[in-house]
């Protein structure tokens, strides 16, 4: 039997690896810990993706944008605490298949990528 594709958790768009012990239930595991199935995205967290979304549709097609314009944009000046769910938003969006997480001008994988990462519209 070959292992089930990976999928991304609904909160920070993490890649969740296939585990054995998983092999009943892998349908309905959405979740890659028990932090993330106690904090699902919010009001916030939509705000962040569609900001991300905007911030996008303004500039050119091929035109990249920091996640921290999003964080800036919905936080004001509290917009630090808001980076790492601004990272999570552009991993969610990764998975639905809108955008793109680049690193170097090259596509990284946003579940393993450290550093600065800038974040396009896919395809």
Do not use: F
């Not at 920070?12 to 959405?30: A, F, L, M, Y």
């Not at 993330?36 to 091929?62: I, Y």
């Not at 314009?69 to 000046?77: I, L």
């Amino acid at each position: 039997m070959s292992t089930p594709a990976p999928k991304a958790c609904a909160t920070c768009g993490r890649t969740i690896e296939w585990r054995k012990k998983w092999e009943r239930d892998w349908e309905s595991v959405r979740y890659c810990s028990d932090r993330c199935r106690a904090h699902k995205p919010g009001r916030t967290d939509r705000a962040l993706e569609q900001s991300l979304r905007d911030l996008l549709a303004a500039r050119a097609r091929t035109a990249t944008v920091c996640p921290s314009e999003a964080a800036r944009a919905v936080g004001g000046d509290d917009w630090r605490d808001l980076m790492e769910p601004a990272r999570a938003a552009a991993r969610r969006l990764v998975a639905a298949g809108e955008v793109e997480i680049t690193q170097g001008g090259r596509v990284v994988d946003g579940s393993t990528a450290k550093g600065p990462i800038r974040v396009r519209r896919a395809g």
